[in-house]
C-alpha cells in the first residue's frame, strides 16, 4: 500500500515558470514531511521541511503549502531554473511511535527549459 | 563537516552471490538507515540503526540483513543475490532518526547478472 502519492510523474517548464508538485498522505500519524532533491548520480538532498502545525513555509525559491485537513502538501519552486532540473520526491515520517523510517513518495522528474 | 560517505560506489555481482555495503555517517550522528532506491519501486526503506540497535525494519526477505558498529558505522549485507536486487543503495545519518533531517550518501550502485 503506497501511503505517499506524488504527481506528476515528471513536469517540463520554462526558465522563470513556477512548477508545483502535489503529494496526499494516508496515515494521520505522519508528523513530519520533507522534500527532498536528487541529481543524476547523487543521493537525495533535503531541501525544506514542514511540520502539520504550519500551512506554509518558505525556504529560498521554495515553498512547502500544507493542509492537514485534505491530507496534502505541494512543493513550490519560484523562478525556477535550469540548474532546478532534477528528480524531487516528498516523504513522510512518523517521529513518534518508534517507526524511524521515511517514506517517500515516487518522484516527480522535473525539466526547467531555457 | 564531512558528510555521509559509502563504499564502494559500484558493484558487479552475479546471482547466488554475496554482498557487503558499508556506510560511513556524519559524525556524531547515531541513526543510520538504508534505503533501496529502483526505477520501479522508487526509495524503500530497509532498516534503521541506532546505537548498534535495529529499531525499525522495512517489508524485505531475510536475505537482507545489517549491522551498525560502536563508531556508528553501518553496514549491510545481501546474501543469495538475485536479479531484482539490482538497485541503488542509500544510507542515511541523522542524529537521532526519523522526524528530523535526514542526509544522504551517494549510493552504492549495485548490479546483479
Known amino acids: ?114 | 563537516k564531512a558528510g555521509v560517505t559509502q563504499t564502494p560506489r559500484y558493484l558487479i555481482k552475479t546471482r547466488g552471490q554475496q554482498v557487503t555495503l558499508s556506510c560511513s555517517p556524519i559524525s556524531g550522528h547515531r541513526s543510520v538507515s538504508w534505503y533501496q532506491q529502483t526505477p520501479g519501486q522508487g526509495l524503500q526503506f530497509l532498516f534503521e540503526y541506532f546505537s548498534e540497535t535495529q529499531r525499525n525494519k522495512g517489508n524485505f526477505p531475510g536475505r537482507f540483513s545489517g549491522r551498525q558498529f560502536s563508531n556508528s558505522r553501518s553496514e549491510m549485507n545481501v546474501s543469495t543475490l538475485e536479479l531484482g536486487d539490482s538497485a541503488l543503495y542509500l544510507c542515511a545519518s541523522s542524529l537521532t532518526g526519523a522526524g528530523e533531517t535526514q542526509y544522504f550518501g551517494p549510493g552504492t550502485r549495485l548490479l546483479v547478472l
Open chain 1, 1 to 114: 500500500q503506497q501511503q505517499v502519492k506524488q504527481s506528476p510523474q515528471s513536469l517540463i517548464v520554462q526558465k522563470g515558470g513556477i512548477p508545483i508538485i502535489n503529494c496526499a498522505y494516508e496515515n494521520t500519524a505522519f508528523d513530519y514531511f520533507p522534500w527532498y532533491q536528487q541529481f543524476p548520480g547523487k543521493g537525495p538532498a533535503l531541501l525544506i521541511a514542514i511540520r502539520p502545525d504550519v500551512s506554509e513555509k518558505k525556504e529560498g525559491r521554495f515553498t512547502i503549502s500544507f493542509n492537514k485537513s485534505a491530507k496534502q502538501f505541494s512543493l513550490h519552486i519560484m523562478d525556477s531554473q535550469p540548474g532546478d532540473s532534477a528528480t524531487y520526491f516528498c516523504a513522510a515520517s512518523n517521529s513518534g511511535a518508534g517507526s524511524y523510517q521515511l517514506t517517500f513518495g515516487k518522484g516527480t522528474k522535473l525539466s526547467v527549459i531555457p
